[in-house]
């Protein structure tokens, strides 16, 4: 007779098979739809799978999920390395998005054993912190949560703007506390996803920028189209305020249905206004300005500073002074300064000239404009006092990267979060009249030990020659065999830099003899304007081709070998893996695609397709087809091929990147391999894009990704009983 604990495991092992039995993956209708670009014919043959509301594609989608939750949950280990994850996730606080204000400090704080970041201030640095925002109490019974998404304090400190969304959708709810009470008071304004609250000097009013209200039977484009910039009083009904600056406000200020406009305030410059139109992802701005008392609305005399031409990404102000941070002739930046009153760029003075570092961004004080900067991968900052003076280089604790940097503009000095691949974020306080940094003890070194991993800065050739950054993080003493699983990141796009990032997660991959790589792909912002150009639209292939020269990089010199490696791209990074894998498949053992844009042909018919037109294209245009066709790792999966084994993530809240891009991809790959390996598609219903994901959801997400790929490179103790697609 069998014992009671033996008969239980008997009893596990027949009840997972008899569940492996029943789940299936769903039948995937082929309904091919034809489009003709500009003489080109491309077939699609999922197109049935962007109606995500249709019941037909719920109950498919809902199919995959299940599929996906019983394959990972049939891998041994699985549970102990969430359980791994987790602990190193919870054994240390994280503080970020710092803000000083009225001699507070504001920030947002995870600490152990909480499930999301809430939002705390101090009286002072020596002062116990007090909880403000607390989204875990929101939380409904059926278990979908909140999330804060922004805030932004008064000049005095004594209020606070902060918008809280469902479930990861980002669709801000602003709301207004009172931060000495924590009291909530009754203003709530909908609509509120690129809030960008700027207070004014009374301390009770605000400007924000607010979407437009759109029919049910809207198309999805429509959803970030002619937002405009409110004022709203404490107290006031936001539908009774009229509109003062953006879509069809001004007649003499040019701004179309895909801009994005920001009305703002700063102490640094107090008789001025500054209004801002954004070009989508466009990083370049069109600046305006107008004296303080002008009351904005419709017949606002604006005195226009900057157009895209000018090629301004950043601004700050001091007095009657504006600084521009500019790429005009300038591919790694440079710093302008003109006055408020007779801003002419014709006769800006050059305060920060270009150089071999990439100016990032730039921030004033009161005593001095900070400018922060990027040396070869590295974080620098300097500082160019207001009374005149040479720039002068802050000497860092660490070589390492700036994560954040705050100033106060009534304020001298700065703040800064400084970490680094293997280094936990600090943040530092900079003394304006010693210039030496002390630590602000906001948040403790992580517990995590990392001191028996290191960090290499490599290069690698990409096709046409040219020599790519490549980060790579290992244990120390590593051999050079090609035995061990590595997972290689790239994103390039928009001009973003993947800067060295802390994770205290990533020891559960590493600790295994994992090695873990980012390939700085052209289209991102490392080596300035230049290498983002060099990675978007029509020159988007460089992107991919980095990413697959780091990919050789690790094999040829022995780290991994290609049944040991896999890639991974998130959001744009999803036409980087998808462009990897689509065109040398037999270089990784497995991929991930993170809510990933995969068919880029159709993407500008998302909610954030038109605004994201600048960077990758239209298919309205012949140029734009080709680049989007070209990019478009969807239309070019291939029959019977030996495709990685994949797994594809998505919210079903994604307001970024439609859950139908993992749908369809996924569909296709499926389809289309014939190596044998799985394709599997993870859904969160209570999740978005990842930003406003809790901390179980984030540790749940990362322990089945890292179960996925111990599993399919091979790792023994993690290899799943027989079974696939």
Do not use: C
């Not at 640094?268 to 305006?288: N, S, T």
Request: proline share 6%; hydrophobic share 40%.
């Amino acid at each position: 007779m069998l014992r009671t604990s033996a008969f239980a495991r008997l009893l596990l092992i027949l009840t997972s098979v008899s569940l492996a039995a029943q789940v299936q993956l769903p039948k995937t209708p082929v309904r091919d739809v034809t489009d003709e670009y500009f003489g080109t014919k491309v077939v699609d043959p999922y197109r049935w799978l962007e109606k995500t509301d249709d019941p037909e594609v719920a109950t498919w989608m809902k199919a995959q999920n299940d599929y996906t939750r019983n394959m990972l949950a049939r891998i041994p280990g699985r549970d102990q390395l969430l359980e791994r994850v987790k602990a190193l996730d919870n054994a240390g606080a994280v503080v970020s998005a710092l803000q000083v204000w009225g001699g507070k400090y504001f920030y947002y704080k995870t600490e152990p054993g909480s499930d999301n970041r809430k939002l705390y201030v101090r009286d002072s640095l020596q002062s116990f912190e007090r909880l403000l925002v607390d989204p875990e109490k929101l939380t409904t019974p059926d278990g979908k949560h909140y999330s804060i998404d922004y805030f932004q304090p008064s000049i005095d400190g004594t209020h606070v703007a902060y918008g809280m969304s469902q479930g990861g959708s980002e669709n801000s709810v602003l709301h207004v506390l009172e931060s000495t009470t924590g009291k909530v008071l009754s203003d709530s304004i909908d609509r509120a996803e690129f809030g960008s609250p700027s207070w004014l000097p009374d301390g009770h009013s605000f400007f924000y920028s607010r979407l437009q209200k759109v029919p049910p039977d809207a198309p999805a484009t429509a959803r970030y189209q002619k937002l405009r910039v409110y004022h709203h009083s404490l107290g006031a009904d936001p539908e009774s305020e009229p509109a003062v600056f953006g879509y069809d406000v001004n007649p003499n200020i040019k701004v179309t249905e895909d801009d994005f406009s920001v009305l703002a305030y700063s102490p640094g410059a107090p008789h001025y206004l500054l209004g801002l139109v954004i070009h989508g992802v466009k990083r370049e701005l069109d600046v305006y300005a107008v004296p303080l008392e002008a009351n904005p609305g419709s017949n606002t005399a604006w005195k226009k500073i900057a157009e895209e031409a000018d090629a301004v990404t950043g601004l700050d102000v001091h007095g009657d002074s504006i600084y521009l941070l500019s790429h005009k002739d300038a591919s790694r930046f440079k710093v302008l300064r003109t006055t408020l009153a007779k801003a002419d760029l014709t006769k800006a003075s050059v305060v920060v000239p270009p150089s071999e570092v990439v100016v990032t961004s730039i921030s004033a004080a009161a005593d001095a404009l900070y400018v922060q900067d990027l040396d070869g991968g590295v974080g620098r900052l300097r500082r160019l006092p207001h009374d005149g003076g040479g720039i002068q280089p802050v000497k860092l604790p660490f070589d390492g990267a700036i994560q954040s940097l705050a100033t106060n503009p009534t304020q001298p000095g700065a703040w800064i979060e400084l970490t680094s691949w293997t280094k936990s974020p600090l943040w530092f306080a900079l003394d304006a009249k010693s210039g030496k940094l002390a630590d602000t003890g906001l948040v403790p070194p992580s517990p995590v030990d990392f001191s028996q991993v290191d960090s290499e800065e490599v290069k690698a050739k990409s096709a046409d020659g040219t020599m790519v950054p490549l980060s790579v993080i290992h244990k120390r003493g590593l051999v050079l065999d090609g035995s061990h699983p590595a997972w290689l990141e790239g994103y390039g796009a928009y001009g973003i830099t993947l800067d060295p990032t802390f994770r205290p997660i990533d020891l559960a991959f590493l600790e295994r003899g994992g090695v873990f790589a980012v390939a700085h792909a052209r289209g991102g912002g490392e080596y300035g304007e230049d290498w983002h150009l060099a990675g978007k639209k029509l020159t988007k292939q460089h992107t991919i081709d980095d990413f697959i020269a780091g990919a050789q990089y690790l094999i040829e010199h022995k780290y991994t070998s290609p049944a040991h490696l896999a890639g991974e791209g998130t959001s744009a990074g999803g036409v980087t893996i998808g462009g990897a894998i689509t065109q040398h498949p037999e270089l990784f053992g497995a991929a991930l695609i993170r809510v990933g844009d995969s068919d880029s042909l159709r993407s500008e018919l998302m909610a954030s397709g038109p605004a994201n037109i600048p960077e990758f294209g239209t298919v309205k245009e012949a140029d734009g087809f080709k680049a989007l066709y070209a990019m478009d790792a969807y239309q070019h999966v291939k029959p019977d091929t030996a495709y990685p084994a994949v797994l594809l993530t998505t919210g079903v809240n994604d307001p970024r990147v439609a859950s139908w891009q993992a749908a369809k991809m996924t569909a296709r790959l499926q389809a289309s391999s014939n190596s044998g390996k799985p394709v599997l598609m993870r859904v969160d219903y209570d999740a978005g894009h990842g930003i406003g994901s809790t901390k179980s959801q984030r540790d749940t997400e990362f322990a089945d990704e890292l179960a996925f790929l111990f599993w399919q490179l091979g790792i023994p103790e993690f290899q799943a009983s027989a079974g696939g697609n």
